[in-house]
């Protein structure tokens, strides 16, 4: 290889390669990718409106390509795209600000063996004084993102708790999980949501096999 991009779409081309080089681990991924976007609870078209969420937290450009490929034969809005893009950047971002407590107690000295209580995230209000303007600006803009609009706010609620299982945020998890309920939402389209990270998740660590390919290969 002399070429020096480390990503185009047309080494996505050698994805199925891995079907020949480890044939039972892929075959059972795809089997798993496809059952996580089918619908069930979740419409396919909403499933695919989280994968995109989910796909700019994981930043796949791959996953990115494909999902909004598939949200467009669902008749996926470019408005839907575009706000679930907002929610994923305001959990992530929110997963950032919400391990500020954690920050404020290792600052302080705090001996707790407990990393993650549920009171630690009542820190976060200290940040009003500590960095007022950046601190509310990103208050206004979470409360923005997450404001029903061509997606409702159960709908919010969902794709939020799909990014916060790819976040790893247990403070989010909490929060929008009580948040999807309030909203309406079954334990099932959470666990569905939730499934639909999972193989996103996955699937970036899949697609970038192609770079490794590319590297393996190089001369």
Do not use: W
């Not at 681990?25 to 969420?53: S, W, Y």
């Not at 600052?107 to 630690?120: A, I, P």
């Not at 247990?170 to 999972?198: L, N």
Request: proline content about 2%; overall charge negative.
């Amino acid at each position: 290889m002399t070429d020096d991009a480390l990503y185009k779409k047309s080494y996505f081309s050698r994805l199925p390669e891995l079907g020949d080089l480890a044939p039972e681990a892929f075959k059972a991924f795809v089997e798993f990718d496809q059952k996580a976007v089918a619908p069930g609870e979740l419409t396919a078209k909403f499933k695919e409106i989280i994968a995109i969420a989910v796909a700019h937290t994981t930043g796949c450009p791959y996953c990115i390509e494909v999902h909004v490929n598939n949200a467009k034969k669902q008749d996926v809005s470019r408005e839907e795209v575009s706000e679930s893009i907002m929610v994923a950047t305001a959990l992530k971002a929110g997963s950032a600000v919400a391990h500020g407590g954690n920050a404020l107690n290792a600052y302080d000295g705090n001996s707790d063996q407990e990393l993650y209580k549920q009171q630690y995230f009542d820190r976060i209000k200290e940040f009003a004084k500590l960095s007022g303007d950046a601190f509310q600006g990103f208050i206004d803009f979470d409360k923005k993102a997450m404001k029903a609009g061509v997606l409702s706010a159960k709908e919010k609620e969902l794709i939020a708790v799909a990014v916060a299982h790819t976040t790893g945020c247990p403070y989010c998890i909490d929060i929008h999980t009580k948040g999807a309920k309030s909203q309406g939402a079954s334990k099932e389209e959470i666990a569905e949501s939730i499934f639909v990270a999972t193989a996103l998740k996955a699937g970036s660590a899949i697609a970038h096999s192609v770079n490794a390919l590319n590297a393996y290969d190089a001369e």
